[in-house]
């Protein structure tokens, strides 16, 4: 019987161009690794404009990448009839105001309970496929402990969309979060590499070489005694990019236990971040969507105790 393949289309715009095509599609596609990507270039599963190319092909402006993967057998993601605090949502795709304590995708191992077995029930298997059969529409993704603001796509066209929108930074992505220590700056830009931990590969950390660029722009909202609510701006999106940059200036995260103090005097899950504001140019009509997920309670509760 013959492998089943999907197919799947990307169009290279003018930021991307010059890239290694393997690079291009690992950010692209970030439940793919690179040497898979490479192993579908030399097996002949990825083409560009019609032809098979080598995985140091430098991409131009308007190549018709497709791309054919062959469908994984995994175990079944059973939908689940999940309360979603729902922020916006059309045919297209889905804004949801994730809580506290919810896995975004299911892994090896924990199949249940997450937003995608929620995302199931609710748009009725209706969700993109570009990123695998465990992350179905899901295009990026947030902590388990951070709150706030996830786009999921309905449709392979829709992700292929906002996933371009993601990798050229024109998503507008803004972070509200309390840090411990006072802030001196008001405002300010920090810019770095960020690559595993080189002690403890389950951690992120700054690193001087090896890593990916990453850049945060923070700002001061509300200064505290012992503490600083700030509004943190993404302009790159790599993986816990908040909690490392905000804990390498002196000022982690107030609950993180991994880039933070250890003991706080509050009883808090995790840190205290929330994805705030999510403004995104719409897939099928270019309109200008942005959402606004209101603060959680215990974020709220924890700002007055601060006062």
């Known amino acids: 019987m013959p492998e089943v393949l999907k197919e799947f289309q990307f169009i290279v715009s003018e930021e991307s161009e010059e890239e290694r095509i393997d690079k291009y599609l690992n950010e692209l596609m970030d439940s793919v690794s690179r040497s898979y990507i490479q192993k579908l270039l030399s097996d002949g599963n990825i083409t560009v404009n019609g032809r098979n190319v080598?995985?140091?092909?430098k991409v131009r402006q308007e190549d018709d990448i497709r791309i054919f993967l062959p469908t994984a057998i995994t175990p079944d993601i059973v939908p689940e009839n999940i309360p979603l605090s729902i922020l916006y949502e059309d045919d297209d795709v889905i804004v949801v105001n994730k809580?506290?304590?919810?896995?975004?995708?299911?892994?090896?191992?924990?199949?249940?309970?997450?937003?995608?077995?929620?995302?199931?029930y609710h748009c009725a298997g209706n969700l993109s496929g570009i990123n695998g059969v465990l992350r179905p529409g899901i295009v990026h993704r947030i902590d388990k402990n951070t709150t706030g603001s996830v786009i999921a796509c309905k449709n392979d066209f829709a992700h292929a969309s906002i996933a371009q929108q993601l990798k050229e930074h024109s998503?507008?992505?803004?972070?509200?979060?309390?840090?411990c220590g006072n802030l001196k700056e008001e405002e300010g830009t920090i810019h770095t590499l960020i690559g595993r931990h080189p002690g403890d590969r389950k951690k992120m950390a700054v690193v001087k070489s090896g890593g990916k660029d990453a850049i945060?722009?923070?700002?001061?909202?509300?200064?505290?005694?012992k503490y600083t609510y700030v509004e943190c701006v993404l302009e790159t999106g790599r993986t816990h990019q908040i909690r490392v940059h905000m804990a390498s200036i002196g000022y982690p995260l107030l609950g993180d236990e991994v880039y933070g103090a250890v003991k706080v005097p509050f009883h808090l899950e995790g840190q205290c971040l929330h994805a705030k504001i999510l403004g995104f140019c719409h897939p099928s009509t270019n309109r200008y969507i942005e959402t606004d997920a209101p603060l959680p309670e215990y974020f709220e509760k924890l700002l007055h105790i601060l006062k």
């Open 216 to 225: 945060t722009h923070y700002r001061v909202l509300q200064h505290f005694e």
């Open 54 to 57: 080598k995985s140091n092909y």
């Open 99 to 120: 809580p506290k304590n919810m896995v975004v995708h299911p892994a090896p191992g924990h199949y249940n309970g997450t937003l995608v077995n929620a995302l199931l």
């Open 171 to 179: 998503i507008v992505r803004k972070y509200h979060a309390i840090v």
